[in-house]
Protein backbone atom coordinates (compact mmCIF):
# COMPACT_ATOMS: atom_id res chain seq x y z
CA UNK A 1 0.00 0.00 0.00
CA UNK A 2 1.31 3.34 -1.22
CA UNK A 3 1.54 6.42 1.38
CA UNK A 4 0.40 8.84 -1.71
CA UNK A 5 -3.18 7.76 -0.36
CA UNK A 6 -4.00 8.45 3.23
CA UNK A 7 -6.39 5.90 3.44
CA UNK A 8 -6.87 2.31 1.51
CA UNK A 9 -9.73 0.43 1.69
CA UNK A 10 -9.54 -3.24 -0.12
CA UNK A 11 -12.59 -5.39 -0.79
CA UNK A 12 -14.62 -4.15 2.04
CA UNK A 13 -17.22 -6.40 2.52
CA UNK A 14 -20.20 -6.69 5.09
CA UNK A 15 -22.87 -8.93 5.47
CA UNK A 16 -25.83 -8.38 8.20
CA UNK A 17 -27.21 -12.26 8.04
CA UNK A 18 -28.17 -12.87 4.62
CA UNK A 19 -27.92 -9.34 3.40
CA UNK A 20 -24.98 -8.29 1.96
CA UNK A 21 -24.83 -4.38 3.06
CA UNK A 22 -21.13 -3.42 1.28
CA UNK A 23 -19.65 -5.72 -1.11
CA UNK A 24 -15.93 -5.93 -2.42
CA UNK A 25 -15.50 -2.19 -2.22
CA UNK A 26 -11.82 -0.33 -3.18
CA UNK A 27 -11.34 2.82 -2.40
CA UNK A 28 -8.40 5.52 -2.28
CA UNK A 29 -8.36 8.73 -0.22
CA UNK A 30 -5.52 11.17 -1.64
CA UNK A 31 -3.41 13.04 1.42
CA UNK A 32 -5.02 16.52 1.80
CA UNK A 33 -8.19 16.57 -0.55
CA UNK A 34 -11.85 16.45 0.10
CA UNK A 35 -13.26 12.34 -1.17
CA UNK A 36 -17.67 12.51 -0.88
CA UNK A 37 -18.79 9.38 -0.90
CA UNK A 38 -22.84 9.95 -2.20
CA UNK A 39 -25.30 7.58 -3.56
CA UNK A 40 -29.10 6.82 -3.08
CA UNK A 41 -31.13 5.55 0.41
CA UNK A 42 -29.66 2.46 1.20
CA UNK A 43 -26.95 2.26 -1.35
CA UNK A 44 -24.20 1.09 1.75
CA UNK A 45 -22.82 5.02 2.34
CA UNK A 46 -23.13 4.73 5.94
CA UNK A 47 -21.91 1.13 6.43
CA UNK A 48 -18.65 1.71 4.46
CA UNK A 49 -18.17 5.05 6.55
CA UNK A 50 -18.60 2.57 9.97
CA UNK A 51 -16.27 0.08 8.54
CA UNK A 52 -13.77 2.58 7.30
CA UNK A 53 -13.84 4.18 11.09
CA UNK A 54 -14.13 0.67 13.01
CA UNK A 55 -17.33 1.11 14.27
CA UNK A 56 -18.47 -2.16 12.59
CA UNK A 57 -16.24 -5.06 12.07
CA UNK A 58 -15.46 -6.39 8.59
CA UNK A 59 -16.93 -9.33 7.02
CA UNK A 60 -13.69 -9.23 4.45
CA UNK A 61 -11.40 -6.69 3.71
CA UNK A 62 -8.61 -5.01 4.95
CA UNK A 63 -7.95 -0.49 5.92
CA UNK A 64 -4.91 1.19 6.24
CA UNK A 65 -4.31 4.48 7.81
CA UNK A 66 -1.03 6.35 6.69
CA UNK A 67 0.36 2.60 4.92
CA UNK A 68 -0.67 1.21 8.64
CA UNK A 69 -2.90 -1.86 8.64
CA UNK A 70 -5.68 -0.91 10.64
CA UNK A 71 -8.57 -3.69 10.11
CA UNK A 72 -8.47 -4.54 13.75
CA UNK A 73 -7.92 -1.66 15.45
CA UNK A 74 -10.88 -0.70 17.82
CA UNK A 75 -12.48 2.73 16.88
CA UNK A 76 -11.70 4.25 20.02
CA UNK A 77 -8.00 3.57 19.12
CA UNK A 78 -7.83 5.03 15.86
CA UNK A 79 -8.18 8.62 16.75
CA UNK A 80 -4.52 8.15 18.43
CA UNK A 81 -3.33 6.92 14.50
CA UNK A 82 -5.07 10.23 13.13
CA UNK A 83 -8.68 9.60 12.61
CA UNK A 84 -11.69 11.49 13.42
CA UNK A 85 -15.01 10.91 12.85
CA UNK A 86 -18.14 13.09 13.45
CA UNK A 87 -22.17 11.64 13.03
CA UNK A 88 -25.29 12.63 11.52
CA UNK A 89 -26.56 13.80 14.76
CA UNK A 90 -24.43 16.17 16.87
CA UNK A 91 -22.53 15.01 19.75
CA UNK A 92 -21.64 17.35 21.54
CA UNK A 93 -22.00 18.37 25.93
CA UNK A 94 -24.78 21.19 25.95
CA UNK A 95 -24.27 22.40 29.14
CA UNK A 96 -20.99 23.29 29.04
CA UNK A 97 -19.89 26.06 27.00
CA UNK A 98 -18.33 26.11 23.43
CA UNK A 99 -14.67 26.51 24.89
CA UNK A 100 -14.90 23.55 27.73
CA UNK A 101 -16.54 21.07 25.15
CA UNK A 102 -13.25 21.69 22.81
CA UNK A 103 -10.66 22.48 25.79
CA UNK A 104 -12.16 19.07 26.79
CA UNK A 105 -11.76 17.15 23.52
CA UNK A 106 -7.86 18.65 23.53
CA UNK A 107 -7.36 16.93 26.66
CA UNK A 108 -8.69 13.43 26.21
CA UNK A 109 -5.75 12.85 23.84
CA UNK A 110 -3.30 14.44 26.56
CA UNK A 111 -1.45 12.13 28.67
CA UNK A 112 -2.41 14.89 31.85
CA UNK A 113 -5.82 13.98 33.20
CA UNK A 114 -8.06 16.12 34.95
CA UNK A 115 -7.85 16.63 39.13
CA UNK A 116 -11.04 18.47 40.27
CA UNK A 117 -8.51 19.75 43.11
CA UNK A 118 -5.97 21.37 40.45
CA UNK A 119 -6.62 24.97 39.27
CA UNK A 120 -8.02 25.67 35.77
CA UNK A 121 -5.02 27.72 35.44
CA UNK A 122 -2.89 24.91 34.87
CA UNK A 123 -4.93 23.97 32.06
CA UNK A 124 -3.74 26.57 30.10
CA UNK A 125 -2.13 25.38 27.57
CA UNK A 126 -5.53 23.36 26.53
CA UNK A 127 -7.74 26.50 27.02
CA UNK A 128 -5.14 28.56 24.32
CA UNK A 129 -5.45 25.45 22.04
CA UNK A 130 -8.96 25.04 22.35
CA UNK A 131 -9.84 28.97 21.93
CA UNK A 132 -7.25 28.89 18.94
CA UNK A 133 -9.47 25.87 16.76
CA UNK A 134 -12.87 27.98 17.84
CA UNK A 135 -11.00 30.80 16.23
CA UNK A 136 -10.36 28.64 13.08
CA UNK A 137 -13.99 27.62 12.74
CA UNK A 138 -15.57 30.99 13.29
CA UNK A 139 -16.14 30.51 16.57
CA UNK A 140 -13.74 32.91 18.49
CA UNK A 141 -16.61 34.93 19.41
CA UNK A 142 -19.06 32.44 21.32
CA UNK A 143 -16.32 30.56 23.20
CA UNK A 144 -18.28 31.40 26.46
CA UNK A 145 -21.61 30.53 25.80
CA UNK A 146 -23.36 27.39 26.70
CA UNK A 147 -23.21 25.06 23.61
CA UNK A 148 -27.04 24.43 23.77
CA UNK A 149 -27.47 27.99 22.76
CA UNK A 150 -25.48 28.14 19.21
CA UNK A 151 -27.91 27.46 15.93
CA UNK A 152 -27.58 24.60 14.65
CA UNK A 153 -25.63 25.71 12.38
CA UNK A 154 -23.04 26.63 14.98
CA UNK A 155 -23.57 23.05 17.26
CA UNK A 156 -21.89 21.88 13.35
CA UNK A 157 -19.19 24.13 13.56
CA UNK A 158 -18.56 23.45 17.58
CA UNK A 159 -18.44 19.56 16.93
CA UNK A 160 -15.90 20.18 13.93
CA UNK A 161 -13.79 22.06 16.01
CA UNK A 162 -14.04 19.03 18.76
CA UNK A 163 -12.51 16.98 15.45
CA UNK A 164 -9.40 19.32 14.95
CA UNK A 165 -9.08 19.40 19.13
CA UNK A 166 -7.45 15.81 18.32
CA UNK A 167 -5.04 16.85 15.79
CA UNK A 168 -6.33 13.66 13.28
CA UNK A 169 -4.86 13.90 10.03
CA UNK A 170 -8.08 12.59 8.91
CA UNK A 171 -11.76 13.61 9.46
CA UNK A 172 -14.67 11.88 8.35
CA UNK A 173 -17.76 13.68 8.21
CA UNK A 174 -21.00 11.78 8.09
CA UNK A 175 -23.93 14.12 6.96
CA UNK A 176 -22.09 17.75 7.85
CA UNK A 177 -25.28 19.72 6.95
CA UNK A 178 -28.00 17.73 8.04
CA UNK A 179 -30.92 19.58 9.51
CA UNK A 180 -29.32 22.76 8.99
CA UNK A 181 -31.49 25.51 7.69
CA UNK A 182 -30.34 26.12 3.23
CA UNK A 183 -28.41 29.55 4.60
CA UNK A 184 -26.61 28.18 7.15
CA UNK A 185 -25.12 25.88 4.57
CA UNK A 186 -22.31 28.12 3.01
CA UNK A 187 -20.80 29.23 6.27
CA UNK A 188 -20.35 25.66 7.38
CA UNK A 189 -18.79 24.86 4.14
CA UNK A 190 -16.40 27.58 4.19
CA UNK A 191 -14.98 26.28 7.43
CA UNK A 192 -14.40 22.47 6.00
CA UNK A 193 -12.63 24.43 3.02
CA UNK A 194 -10.91 26.62 5.31
CA UNK A 195 -9.92 23.54 7.59
CA UNK A 196 -8.45 21.49 4.29
CA UNK A 197 -6.75 24.51 2.78
CA UNK A 198 -4.91 25.11 6.13
CA UNK A 199 -2.83 22.03 4.79
CA UNK A 200 -2.66 18.98 6.77
CA UNK A 201 -5.92 17.94 7.07
CA UNK A 202 -7.83 15.50 4.66
CA UNK A 203 -11.95 14.71 4.65
CA UNK A 204 -14.13 12.36 3.47
CA UNK A 205 -17.66 12.76 4.07
CA UNK A 206 -21.08 11.42 3.18
CA UNK A 207 -23.37 14.24 2.30
CA UNK A 208 -26.75 14.25 0.80
CA UNK A 209 -26.16 18.08 -0.53
CA UNK A 210 -25.47 17.20 -4.51
CA UNK A 211 -24.40 21.35 -4.54
CA UNK A 212 -22.56 20.99 -1.66
CA UNK A 213 -21.05 17.53 -3.01
CA UNK A 214 -20.52 18.86 -6.22
CA UNK A 215 -18.47 22.65 -5.08
CA UNK A 216 -16.29 21.36 -2.53
CA UNK A 217 -15.08 17.64 -3.71
CA UNK A 218 -11.85 16.93 -5.29
CA UNK A 219 -13.02 13.25 -5.76
CA UNK A 220 -16.76 11.72 -5.81
CA UNK A 221 -17.03 8.20 -5.16
CA UNK A 222 -21.19 6.98 -5.80
CA UNK A 223 -22.37 3.76 -4.12
CA UNK A 224 -25.20 1.97 -5.12
CA UNK A 225 -26.59 -1.56 -3.76
CA UNK A 226 -23.38 -1.57 -2.28
CA UNK A 227 -21.15 -1.11 -4.42
CA UNK A 228 -18.70 1.61 -6.11
CA UNK A 229 -21.28 2.63 -9.38
CA UNK A 230 -18.62 5.41 -10.04
CA UNK A 231 -15.91 7.79 -9.21
CA UNK A 232 -14.04 10.45 -10.36
CA UNK A 233 -14.32 14.89 -10.41
CA UNK A 234 -17.02 16.21 -9.60
CA UNK A 235 -18.24 17.32 -13.70
CA UNK A 236 -17.41 13.84 -14.60
CA UNK A 237 -19.71 12.31 -11.76
CA UNK A 238 -22.49 14.75 -12.85
CA UNK A 239 -21.74 13.87 -16.55
CA UNK A 240 -22.02 10.11 -15.82
CA UNK A 241 -25.23 8.42 -17.74
CA UNK A 242 -25.63 5.69 -14.87
CA UNK A 243 -24.76 7.59 -11.96
CA UNK A 244 -27.61 10.38 -13.65
CA UNK A 245 -29.94 7.36 -13.98
CA UNK A 246 -29.79 5.89 -10.20
CA UNK A 247 -29.26 8.84 -8.55
CA UNK A 248 -28.87 12.63 -9.58
CA UNK A 249 -31.79 11.93 -11.66
CA UNK A 250 -33.87 15.20 -12.50
CA UNK A 251 -31.04 17.38 -10.31
CA UNK A 252 -28.63 16.60 -13.13
CA UNK A 253 -29.23 20.13 -14.96
CA UNK A 254 -29.19 21.98 -11.63
CA UNK A 255 -25.92 20.47 -10.70
CA UNK A 256 -23.89 20.56 -14.08
CA UNK A 257 -24.94 24.43 -13.86
CA UNK A 258 -23.56 24.86 -10.42
CA UNK A 259 -20.34 22.89 -11.44
CA UNK A 260 -19.81 25.29 -14.38
CA UNK A 261 -19.94 28.06 -12.78
Request: net charge negative; proline share 3%; no cysteine.
Amino acid sequence: MTTDFILEAQGLRKEFGGLVAVADVNLQVQRHSIHSIIGPNGAGKTTLFNLLSGRYDLTAGTVALNGQDITTVPFHRRAHLGMARSYQITNIFPNLSVMENVRLAVQALSPIRFNFFRSTSHYEDFINKAVDILKQVGLGDAINQPANALPHGGKRKLELAILLASDAELLLLDEPTAGMASEQVPELIDTIQRVRESGDKTIVLVEHNMNVVMNISDIITVMNYGQVLAEGKPADIADNKDVQNVYLGGLYSEVMKDVQQ
